[in-house]
């Protein structure tokens, strides 16, 4: 594993959704099907709704359904099929958006910090797909009912913009450029301490953090290929000011990321430092997103601003 690499290549962030899976590590033996996805689930979901899966064979060992009670060896293999929540009735709701382009085939939004974007099961209110549902008329189907028109996501304590797409055509187009590292995501962020090199290269692998299966760590260990580019734009005090973008999609890559450099995201709750955050989430807002449109063939690129959170730490910190 590497840190930093000096680098000048730039690119962007993708996510796909799909059947999550793990490997029981040695330390992990002995422990109850129904706790281990409990805890490994990237979604907040109760034990007994995962329980009900388990009995429903919505989740394997080794591709065998087991029982609620099953005890884990070394290196089964789990799997969990989140299965379509048929009945659930995801409920348009007029909420706010920050609209920064829209047409017949794609909707680009600003989201404020704090807002979840789509539905999970024991969640289903106040996020940005129950907005989109009452302002769009159609959008896509290919991700189910909990995910209509979710291309890719954005952390709930993350800002910035995203793309929803409002038909199956323009969905396949935009998870094909994600797919093939063409869309243009870029991120600002504010980190702790001063990163010494002006740009560089973050090459490290992302697995579970088998302390904490709710987060992610840098191991070799049942991990994926992960690098992040960065350029530092400023340096406040004792923080920095950097431009971040992805070569590849893990979930929470430039969180956990920043914190395997020893420079965390200012404000995140869950790698950054405990002392008093200026900021209610992680100082990381997407500001940059550009890709094809789906149908005229044009490429497009749009900016949004930082948020009033993080331009009052910048204001902060420019007076120490």
């Known amino acids: 594993m590497s840190k930093i690499m000096p680098n000048e290549n730039e690119f962007e962030e993708h996510e796909q959704e799909g059947i999550q899976e793990w490997t029981v590590q040695r330390e992990e033996a002995g422990e109850r099907i129904d706790k281990y996805v409990t805890e490994s689930v990237e979604d907040d979901i109760s034990r007994s709704q995962i329980q ?6 919505d989740v394997t060992v080794n591709g065998n359904v087991v029982k609620p009670n099953y005890k884990l060896a070394a290196d089964d293999k789990v799997a969990l099929a989140i299965p379509d929540p048929v009945e659930v009735n995801i409920a348009p709701e007029a909420i706010p958006l920050d609209i920064v382009y829209e047409d017949s085939d794609v909707i680009v939004v600003n989201k404020p910090r704090g807002m979840v974007v789509h539905p999970a099961p024991g969640h289903y209110s106040g996020t940005l797909v129950n907005a989109l549902l009452h302002h769009c008329k159609d959008l896509s189907g290919i991700n189910g009912t909990l995910r209509p028109g979710i291309v890719h996501r954005i952390d709930k304590d993350t800002s910035g913009l995203l793309m929803a797409a409002k038909n199956d055509k323009a969905h396949l187009s935009l998870a094909a450029q994600l797919k093939a590292h063409t869309v243009m995501r870029k991120y600002i962020a504010v980190v702790h301490d001063i990163v010494a090199h002006d740009q560089g290269t973050i090459d490290a692998p992302i697995g579970r953090d088998l302390s904490d299966r709710k987060k992610y760590r840098v191991t070799d260990k049942n991990s994926k290929h992960a690098i992040t580019h960065f350029l530092v734009l400023d340096r406040l005090a004792d923080y920095t000011v950097m431009q971040l973008k992805l070569e590849t999609g893990r979930t929470h890559q430039i969180r956990v990321h920043m914190k395997y450099i020893d420079h965390p995201l200012v404000g995140d709750p869950m ?14 807002h997407a500001g940059v997103l550009g890709f094809v449109h789906p149908t005229s063939g044009a490429y497009m690129e749009f900016e949004s601003a930082l948020p009033d959170d993080m331009n009052h730490l910048l204001d902060v910190l420019r007076t120490l």
Request: hydrophobic letters at 30%; charged letters at 20%.
């Open 271 to 284: 790698y950054g430092r405990s002392k008093g955050n200026p900021i209610d989430g992680q100082a990381l």
């Open 52 to 57: 009900l899966w388990i009995k429903n064979g």
